[in-house]
């Protein structure tokens, strides 16, 4: 069983900053890309930020130049520095990761379970 768990959400305010970060542990031979992403109610889950095994990443155009991801492989870890922080960043942020068990298996996707961020004025 993989389970990925995010940490770092809660209350600040505008113009503050927040850490995520999200650990997968379990059955866990490699991990591929990794992502975050969020979610207001009534709206759809958006992307936020991914990252490849070599550390490649893509941004969505409401976060760049604020927020970082970036990874620990030795810790099987996903990081979100997020900086400048906006009252429409408030949101549940999930991380998801590409599992791979064995070196004969195939990468299965797998989600944490959320973390709130709060943006005040």
């Known amino acids: 069983q993989v389970q990925l768990v995010e940490s770092g959400g809660g209350l600040v305010q505008a113009g503050g900053s927040l850490r995520l970060s999200c650990a997968a542990s379990?059955?866990?031979?490699?991990?591929?890309?990794m992502g975050w992403y969020r979610q207001v109610p009534g709206k759809q889950r958006e992307l936020v930020a991914t990252?490849?095994?070599?550390?490649?990443?893509n941004s969505a155009d409401s976060v760049k130049g604020r927020f970082t991801i970036s990874r620990d492989n030795a810790k099987n870890t996903v990081l979100l520095q997020m900086n400048s922080l906006k009252l429409e960043d408030t949101a549940v942020y999930y991380c998801?990761?590409?599992?791979?068990?064995?070196?004969?298996?195939?990468?299965?996707?797998?989600w944490g379970q959320g973390t709130q961020v709060t943006v005040s004025s």
């Open positions: 379990g059955r866990i031979f490699s991990i591929n890309d």
């Open positions: 998801n990761a590409q599992v791979q068990y064995t070196t004969l298996s195939r990468f299965y996707t797998y």
């Open positions: 990252i490849t095994s070599g550390g490649s990443t």
